[in-house]
T-cell receptor, first 115, second 114 residues
Framework: ETGVTQTPRHLVMGMTNKKSLKCEQH?????MYWYKQSAKKPLELMFV???????ENNSVPSRFSPECPNSSHLFLHLHTLQPEDSALYLC??????????????FGAGSRLTVL | KNQVEQSPQSLIILEGKNCTLQ??????????LRWYKQDTGRGPVSLTI?????NTKSNGRYTATLDADTKQSSLHITASQLSDSASYIC?????????????FGKGNQVVVIP
């Protein structure tokens, strides 16, 4: 247990479904992230919430919608996904400081399969 | 082209043997380099983090080295154990961008066999 909890661990959904991934961190960190991990590809940053400001990767399709109600919780809302969106979705948190050397703590991931 | 290249992509080693994983990067200006271990079905876990001024850092049987001049890093695993079977990911941070602009390698897949 790393202190970052993701649910569900596995999700299978059809292309017309609406579902959400949830992430909760118990570390008192002030930044949270969503990453996509596809086979044989580097991790891809999707969204960052840092000090209540949202930063997003412009290449992420609008069918992915993040929500960060407070510094401990992060959601990724999924709507009309495509089969190529099947991947491991990783949540991470960190304590942002001016030094910049902030280690990310990852959750165990949510394995998403889109049929 | 990816800013972080790792080699070999995968390797199989006998239990008890040593191995070395390589990471070359082009990220500039450099801030820090991290090695993560990712077990199958789990999220990455931090092993080491090194800044510009650090040449080597150890975490148990894992030793990371950094040559900021040649932009190369290595992760050495000593006396491998079955539990070392995992993907090892090299991550480089650029100055002034923090965690918003991390460059990830694709990982070195290590399989330790008895």
């Amino acid at each position: 247990e790393t202190g970052v909890t993701q649910t569900p661990r596995h999700l299978v959904m059809g292309m017309t479904n609406k579902k959400s991934l949830k992430c909760e961190q118990h570390l008192g960190h002030n930044a949270m992230y969503w990453y996509k991990q596809s086979a044989k590809k580097p991790l891809e940053l999707m969204f960052v919430y840092s000090l209540e400001e949202r930063v997003e990767n412009n290449s992420v399709p609008s069918r992915f919608s993040p929500e960060c109600p407070n510094s401990s919780h992060l959601f990724l809302h999924l709507h009309t996904l495509q089969p190529e969106d099947s991947a491991l979705y990783l949540c991470a948190s960190s304590q942002e400081q001016s030094s910049g050397a902030n280690v990310l703590t990852f959750g165990a991931g949510s394995r998403l399969t889109v049929l | 082209k990816n800013q972080v290249e790792q080699s070999p992509q995968s390797l199989i080693i006998l239990e008890g043997k040593n191995c070395t994983l390589q990471c070359n990067y082009t990220v500039s200006p450099f801030s820090n380099l991290r090695w993560y271990k990712q077990d199958t079905g789990r999220g990455p876990v931090s092993l080491t983090i090194m800044t510009f001024s650090e040449n080597t850092k150890s975490n148990g049987r894992y030793t990371a080295t950094l040559d900021a001049d040649t932009k190369q890093s290595s992760l050495h695993i000593t006396a491998s154990q079955l539990s070392d079977s995992a993907s090892y990911i090299c991550v480089v941070s650029a100055m002034n961008y923090g965690n918003n602009r991390l460059a990830f390698g694709k990982g070195n897949q290590v399989v330790v066999i008895p």
